[in-house]
C-alpha cells in the first residue's frame, strides 16, 4: 500500500479506535466520521496486512539449545539439555561416577 497523506492520517485514526473501548459508530459519531469511511480504511488496512509479504512475527520462538554430549565409557553416553545449570551437571556428573 503506498502511504498516502490519508492513509497516514487513517492509520492513526485506527489505532486510536483500537485503544479505546467505546463502539465504532460511537467512536466515529464523536469525530464527526461517517461509519462507511471508517469501514472503508479499515478494511483496506487489514487486506493491505494479509496481502504484504514478508516477515511475520512469531511468539514463543527461541533459539535452540544444543545438547551436551558425554561419553564416559562404551556403557555410559550421558545427553543433557545444553540450557543446563553448572550445578545441575554436576550433579549429573557425581552420580554418574557412582555407578
Not at 487486506?47 to 511468539?59: I, L, N, Y
Amino acid at each position: 500500500m503506498e502511504w498516502t497523506e490519508a492513509a497516514r492520517k487513517w492509520q492513526g485514526i485506527l489505532k486510536e479506535f483500537d485503544g479505546q473501548g467505546s463502539s465504532r459508530r460511537e467512536f466515529c459519531e464523536a469525530r464527526g466520521i461517517k461509519v462507511s469511511t471508517f469501514a472503508y480504511w479499515r478494511t483496506r488496512f487489514r487486506k493491505s496486512e494479509r496481502e504484504r509479504p514478508g516477515m511475520v512475527k512469531v511468539a514463543g520462538v527461541g533459539v535452540p539449545r544444543a545438547k551436551i554430549i558425554i561419553r564416559v565409557n562404551d556403557r555410559l553416553v550421558i545427553e543433557v539439555d545444553g540450557g543446563i545449570s553448572e550445578q545441575q551437571l554436576v550433579g549429573v556428573l557425581k552420580a554418574a561416577a557412582q555407578t
